[in-house]
Structure formats: C-alpha cells, structure tokens
C-alpha cells in the first residue's frame, strides 16, 4: 500500500498560513480523515485491498480497486461507515469544551460544520457515499449494466434538482457540483468497460450468494447467476469462461486487479 501527498499542498499551505481559518482547515482535515479511515477499516476487515492512500488538503483518500464488485452487503457496511463517524464528532466536541479547550460558539461552529459535511456526503449523488448506498441498493435487485445505468441517471436527476431549486448558492458548491457532475459524466461513458473489468473480478472470485436463473447476458451482482446460453442452462463460471474465450482476443493480456 502507497502513501501519497497530493500536489495540492503547494497551493493550499500558503492560503492555510496566511488565513485566520487554520484552525477550522485542521479540524475539517480531521473529520474528513477520520471518515475515511472508517471506510478502510471496514474495508481491510472485508479483506478489500487498498492501493493507496492519498493525503489532500482536506483528508485522506484510499484508492480500493475492488470496490463496486464484491458482496453488495459488505461494501454497504464499508460506505455506511464513514457517515457513521459524524455522529461521534459532537460528543468529542462537547468533551474539547468541557476542557476550555474550546469556546462554546466556537463548538457550536464545528457542531454546524459537521452536520453540512454529513447531509452533503450523504446526498443520493455518486461517488458521494448516499450515491454509492443507492449503488449498492440497485444492485441488490438489477444486473450490473442496469443498476450502472441506474447509479449515474439518479445522480444526475439529484443534481438537477439541486441547480434547479438553488440549494446549491456559495461559488465554492457550485466548483464541488461541476466535479460530481464531471465524475458522473466519466464514469457513464466507462460502463462498457467497467462491466469488463467486473466480469474479470468474478471469474477470479466466484460468488457465494443465492443462485438466480439469468436468461440475459449480463451478471446479477448480489446473486450466484446462472445462465440461459444456446447450449442450456450453465453456471457463472462456466459462462464467464465461454464468454471471454468468444469476446476477448487471445494475445490480449488479463485485466489486473
């Protein structure tokens, strides 16, 4: 596993010294890392791999490759946790006071600060964590291309709606909304590729969830699939081996995870 900082310290340090805001940057930085940290703990009990961490400005980011192939459940608990986390900050908040290491307005700020950051993260908006949790609940019921499909055009109704209704009002939340917007964007024009990738991760990790007859060609992710082929019915399995000995060329090399 890698660490890395990114180069947006080069830009953020000077505005960090020169503001009067150093103080709520560092508490910001804190809360957003805890949060992660919350996901990769879930995620290593899971025995989910983790590339790297990146430290930004304003928290740590882990690059999980596997993530949005394996057991829907356990990626649920993986993404719930970090929100979870939020719920904890006020009662280390109120302990900081009862220390007079900080002023009551001044918790009632953070208090404030970490509520916005748990309502925003928890928006039905990919990759935001409520985006993800709608992810994960799609793939409960829907084949893998659909709930993909399904991810990304919800998370574009949301956003809609809030360009539309002017939730969205600071320049800084319209700069966050463009990115969510050009994530969406991106990684809709990757489905086709993205489902590649996820039939590679279950051919090498077979599923162990409930069997369920499948009469078209593409996965139930949160099922054990099997499927209708023009030779008969056939296990995952065997269909993925029949599938990228017909799609794929033979000189190509497998897709790494």
């Known amino acids: 596993m890698k660490i890395r900082i990114s180069l947006w310290w080069i830009l953020f340090l000077p505005f960090m010294i020169l503001s009067h805001m150093g103080k709520t940057l560092l508490f910001l930085f804190l809360m957003l890392s805890i949060h992660e940290v919350a996901h990769m703990m879930v995620a290593r009990y899971f025995h989910y791999p983790i590339r790297s961490i ?3 400005p304003f928290g740590l980011c882990a690059q999980m490759p596997t993530m949005g192939m394996g057991s829907v459940w356990q990626e649920m608990a993986i993404v719930a946790a970090g929100p979870l986390t939020h719920l904890l900050f006020p009662c280390f908040f109120a302990w900081l006071n009862a220390c007079h290491l900080l002023s009551s307005a001044y918790t009632d700020y953070l208090c404030y600060l970490n509520t916005s950051i748990l309502i925003f993260n928890l928006l039905p908006i990919y990759p935001l964590d409520g985006g993800r949790l709608v992810q994960s609940f799609y793939h409960l019921f829907f084949r893998y291309r ?16 809030l360009f539309h209704y002017r939730i969205i009002t600071t320049a800084s939340a319209w700069l966050v909304m463009g990115f969510l917007l050009f994530q969406i964007v991106m990684c809709w024009k990757n489905i086709a590729y993205d489902r590649i990738v996820f039939y590679h991760y279950r051919r090498d990790h077979p599923p162990k969830g409930r069997l369920r007859a499948n009469r078209k060609e593409d996965l139930f992710r949160a099922n054990t699939n099997m499927m209708k082929s023009k030779h008969g019915w056939m296990l995952e399995d065997e269909w993925l081996r029949a599938y990228f000995h017909d799609a794929m060329p033979t000189h190509r090399e497998p897709i790494v995870l």
């Not at 659909?146 to 709606?161: G, W």
């Open 54 to 56: 990146i430290i930004y």
């Open 146 to 161: 659909t709930a993909q499909h399904l991810t990304y055009l919800t998370s574009l109704i949301n956003l809609t709606m």
